[in-house]
């Protein structure tokens, strides 16, 4: 029964050992640079010089030229001219060649998939 009075007046000690006082740094360095893996290693001038060469499906800077009023759906999107697919691309799978079109389920692969593949054993 004192095991209990006993175990609660321990002060309660850390495993985990810190060397040294807490302390922050004096001087931390937070200037903008460039990420280390940047393919340019630099940063750009400005955001503006930034928005220009960007690609976000498609070229961000267009997107004021063929919006009225700074919104997305200002006009219509056949104002943005023809949509094709370039050489050797494709929108949709039914548009490749017949042996990379999706093949036709059978009616045995139908009822294996729906009764969970119960069927292919009774």
């Known amino acids: 029964m004192?095991?209990?009075a006993r175990l609660l007046s321990q002060q309660r000690q850390p495993m985990i050992r810190?060397?040294?006082k807490r302390s922050t740094p004096?001087?931390?360095d937070h200037t903008p640079h460039a990420h280390p893996a940047?393919?340019?290693?630099?940063?750009?001038?400005s955001f503006a010089t930034y928005r220009q060469k960007a690609q976000q499906h498609?070229?961000?800077n267009q997107s004021s030229q063929y919006s009225t009023?700074?919104?997305i759906g200002g006009s219509p999107g056949a104002s943005l001219g023809p949509i094709e697919a370039g050489k050797g691309k494709f929108f949709d799978r039914s548009e490749l060649p017949e042996r990379f079109?999706?093949?036709s389920w059978t009616q045995a692969e139908i009822e294996a998939v729906e009764s969970g593949g119960a069927s292919l054993y009774a």
Do not use: D, I, M
């Open 26 to 28: 004096s001087k931390v």
């Open 101 to 103: 079109q999706r093949l």
């Open 69 to 71: 009023g700074g919104h």
């Open 2 to 4: 004192n095991a209990t």
């Open 38 to 45: 940047a393919p340019t290693h630099s940063l750009p001038e």
């Open 18 to 20: 810190f060397l040294g």
């Open 58 to 60: 498609g070229p961000l």
